[in-house]
């Protein structure tokens, strides 16, 4: 066999094995690990492929694998190991997000914030306000000036008439507050929703609906606080309505 020969089979041989399927079919698989709760990220999670390759969550339970679609791919936490995930069932190689069988106590939790909050209450208070217009208008009875560009000066009559309507305006105040009263209930109930409730609680029908009548929170402290802290309290309330 001669040299030319040699050369031409190593070079076949490079070829095959560089364009090989195998090789071609190499995609990277990223997440986050997640505790029992879903709500607290898990670090030192052991992420490996059926291939070899591994990698380790950080702190905010995220990791990156590098493998085959004929790869399968599976966590280990605490010498404990996970079902073995298939890469070519994985729909997401970007999100490819678990919640392992462990409870973890941190201080801050990794949320998704896109589960949570969507538009649409904004949406609809901006509407709400747009149509009450009048009535949410910081603007109190009184008297104006009038001016036209080249016209005379003059009062405005109907704020003058609006200054005596004491009735009117007192009926006008009311409702202005029952409808800041209902923007207020429906942002609780955006923010304690159902679905929410359940995705960290697993509470469901007649369970579900006792809880949020039993520990629906104020507006204050939806609307002051934090993601966090607002979690926290589901999560706080949820034991103690299990307990009893």
Excluded: W
Excluded at 100 to 118: C, D, E, G, R
């Amino acid at each position: 066999m001669n040299t030319k020969l040699i050369v031409n089979i190593f070079c076949l041989f490079v070829c095959l094995q560089v364009f090989s399927p195998d090789v071609l079919a190499q995609v990277t698989v990223s997440g986050n690990v997640y505790d029992v709760s879903k709500l607290y990220a898990v670090p030192d999670v052991q992420v490996s492929s059926t291939s070899g390759s591994s990698d380790i969550t950080d702190s905010t339970g995220s990791y990156q694998i590098k493998v085959s679609t004929d790869d399968s791919i599976f966590f280990t936490y605490n010498g404990k190991s996970t079902m073995k995930f298939p890469v070519r069932d994985i729909k997401n190689y970007s999100a490819f997000d678990i919640s392992i069988q462990a409870q973890v106590k941190q201080k801050y939790k990794l949320l998704n914030p896109v589960t949570v909050y969507t538009d649409n209450y904004k949406l609809d208070s901006i509407e709400n306000r747009e149509e009450y217009a009048k009535i949410f208008g910081d603007e109190k009875p009184g008297i104006h000036s009038t001016y036209d560009p080249g016209g005379a000066a003059g009062l405005d009559l109907d704020a003058l008439i609006g200054m005596f309507q004491f009735r009117k305006n007192k009926e006008q105040l009311a409702f202005r507050n029952r409808l800041l009263q209902e923007e207020e209930d429906r942002y609780i109930d955006y923010r304690f929703s159902s679905k929410t409730i359940t995705r960290i609680t697993g509470l469901t029908g007649d369970s579900l609906e006792t809880y949020k009548k039993m520990y629906r929170p104020d507006y204050y402290f939806v609307a002051h606080s934090t993601l966090t802290q607002f979690y926290q309290y589901i999560l706080n309330t949820s034991y103690a309505f299990k307990r009893k």
